[in-house]
Nanobody, 122 residues
Framework: VQLQASGGGLVQTGGSLRLSCAASGRTFSSHTMGWFRQASGEEREFVAAIRWGGGRTYYADSVKGRFTISRDSAKNTMYLQMNSLKPEDTAVYYC????????????????WGQGTLVTVSS
C-alpha cells in the first residue's frame, strides 16, 4: 500500500489542523494505521493509532484529549484532527501502516507516507 499524507501547515498556538492520509491499495480490517511525528533533531515518536476494522484507538499521553484519530473506510483515508496545538507539536507528521495489532513502535509499521510539516507558532 502507498500512503500520501497532507494537511500540514503553519498555525498559531491554540489553533487546529486536520491531517489526512490517503491509502492506495486495499486496507484490511486486520491492519493498524498510525501517526508518528519527528521534530528537528529528535527521534520519531508515536502520536496515535487506529485499528482499521473496529476503530479501536490509542494515543500518546502528550496528545490525549487534544488529537483525534479517525478513518473513513469508504475513502480509504485516515485523519488526525489536532486541536489546541502547542509549539511542542511542531514536527513532520508521518502516517504509517502495520499489518498487525495496535503498536506504538515505529518498527512494527511497514509502509510509510512522505510526511507533512506542522509548525505551531508561539
Amino acid at each position: 500500500v502507498q500512503l500520501q499524507a497532507s494537511g500540514g501547515g503553519l498555525v498559531q498556538t491554540g489553533g487546529s489542523l486536520r491531517l489526512s492520509c490517503a491509502a492506495s491499495g486495499r486496507t484490511f480490517s486486520s491492519h493498524t494505521m498510525g501517526w508518528f511525528r519527528q521534530a528537528s533533531g529528535e527521534e520519531r515518536e508515536f502520536v496515535a493509532a487506529i485499528r482499521w476494522g473496529g476503530g479501536r484507538t490509542y494515543y500518546a499521553d502528550s496528545v490525549k484529549g487534544r488529537f483525534t484519530i479517525s478513518r473513513d473506510s469508504a475513502k480509504n483515508t485516515m485523519y488526525l484532527q489536532m486541536n489546541s496545538l502547542k509549539p511542542e507539536d511542531t514536527a513532520v507528521y508521518y502516517c504509517a501502516r502495520s499489518r498487525g495489532s495496535l503498536s506504538l513502535k515505529a518498527n512494527d509499521y511497514d509502509s510509510w507516507g512522505q510526511g507533512t510539516l506542522v509548525t505551531v507558532s508561539s
